[in-house]
């Protein structure tokens, strides 16, 4: 079985990464094509840069658009603690960066301390 061929909203991805951001802000839904219109500050221009000449980089911004152009490279997301790589894939298209790596470890709880329950408080004296 042949792997299926990706589209976004009808394109194929060579299509997509010919759009200018213009045409590309009218793929995409409400709040990522007002990110788009806005305009890019000085950090998002940085990143577009970088990642044009490498195929890796670290970044603290994690309300930058992922664009066409990004797919294949590797980005390293800072999440709070530590940068955590992620590759960028096609249906990714249009995702924020803080939308692929979470902040926040689920939490795991071991057994309770001691005088968190009635018995464990009669042994601590």
């Known amino acids: 079985m042949a792997k299926k061929e990706f589209m976004y909203r009808g394109l ?34 940085k990143i577009i840069a970088k990642l044009a000449k490498k195929d890796s980089i670290e970044t603290h911004v994690r309300d930058m ?3 066409p152009q990004f797919v294949g490279k590797t ?5 709070g603690k530590e ?3 992620v ?15 979470m902040t926040r470890k689920r939490v795991q709880h071991n057994s309770p301390g001691v005088g968190a329950s009635k018995s464990s408080a009669n042994t601590a004296k």
Request: aromatic share 6%; net charge positive.
């Open 87 to 101: 590759i960028i894939q096609e249906d990714m298209i249009g995702m924020f960066f803080g939308e692929l790596v």
């Open 12 to 45: 194929s991805l060579e299509a997509l990464q010919k759009l200018s951001l213009k045409e590309l802000a009218e793929l995409l839904p409400s709040r990522q094509r007002r990110s788009i219109t806005r305009g890019f500050d000085d950090g998002k221009k």
């Open 65 to 67: 658009l992922v664009l």
């Open 83 to 85: 940068f955590i790589p």
């Open 75 to 79: 980005i390293k997301i800072h999440n």
